[in-house]
């Protein structure tokens, strides 16, 4: 075991992530017999969320288990590594700002307590629940006429046992509702927790008509002497900015800084002015917006012959 190791605080927070992407992290915890439609209930959640814009990954047996947990096999004290793993590998996807589904059997449940342990944001465990006879008659993979006629041992269900969960977040029931109606319930339950927005069908950063991209430079900050390096901000807020900025949000508008300085330039800044919760984001990519304040803006207008001309001198003069 490592001794000597400190774990480092990140500068770019999950806070920031979450308000980045839209939505919060979160483990979405998929366990159940074999069969019982662990990675069909997964696979349609991933296409509705990532369908929203939410930022989605599904661990399952084909990318852990060819990869990363390729030197195990199903002995009981594999089949525990290979869960302790999963477990912190979806934390760690977590902590990436990403709502990660993980589809494994997970029979026993001292190693789901240790999934939940090694996720320090939401972890929402899901019981896939579907009688055995049901599991066994679907048998897509035709493992269960493999374990039945002894070809495979220590089979889930058969000759291994399943502990149910205790109080999951959520129990759905695939003998009896749709897939369609399991995934439902897992994005109400999500949308409980406030992980997603609970409105479906938008991302709160995405919302063009209610979002104004703001140039940091010459706009926010005053930059009177111009640029001083990517890391000195060095002027105090620009004239009217600070009382314009409160008005605009009090106004109901999402407010996102676009600009070429790392976030955490701004972001400090910003806080030192007492500025820092008005900002929705600070980035530097183009965000979609009704109105982009900039100091470089140029007057366009649409027809006019001397439009371009107008741009290019207004370009060429800086
Ligand atoms: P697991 O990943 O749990 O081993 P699979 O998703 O591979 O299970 O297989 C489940 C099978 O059950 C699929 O063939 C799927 O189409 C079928 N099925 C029938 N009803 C449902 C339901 N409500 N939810 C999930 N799967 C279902």
Known sequence: MSTNLHH???KVSTELKSKRYGHKPAVVWLTGLSGSGKSTIANLLEVKLFDLGYKTYILDGD?????????????PEDRKENIRRIGEVAGLFADSGTIVISAFISPYTEDRLRARQACVHDFIEVHVDCELS???NRDPKGLYKKARAGLIKGF???DAPYELPINPEVLVKTDKDSVGDCVDQIISKLCDRDIIADSLGRV????KSK???????????AYSK?????????DEPHFGAEKAIKKLKDAGYKLVIVSSRPAYVIRKWLENYGLNSYFDDVTNVK???????DDHAIEFEKGDKNSWLKALSKILEQ
């Open 287 to 293: 965000r979609p917006a009704s109105y982009y304040i």
């Open 226 to 234: 111009g640029f001083a390096g990517l890391e000195n901000a060095y």
């Open 63 to 75: 990318n852990v288990r060819l990869g990363l947990n390729n030197d195990l096999g199903f002995s």
């Open 134 to 136: 049901s599991c066994e």
């Open 211 to 221: 979002t104004i991209a703001i140039d940091f430079d010459g706009v926010v900050h």
């Open 204 to 207: 709160p950063t995405l919302d």
């Open 8 to 10: 480092h605080e990140h």
């Open 156 to 158: 889930t269900g058969i």
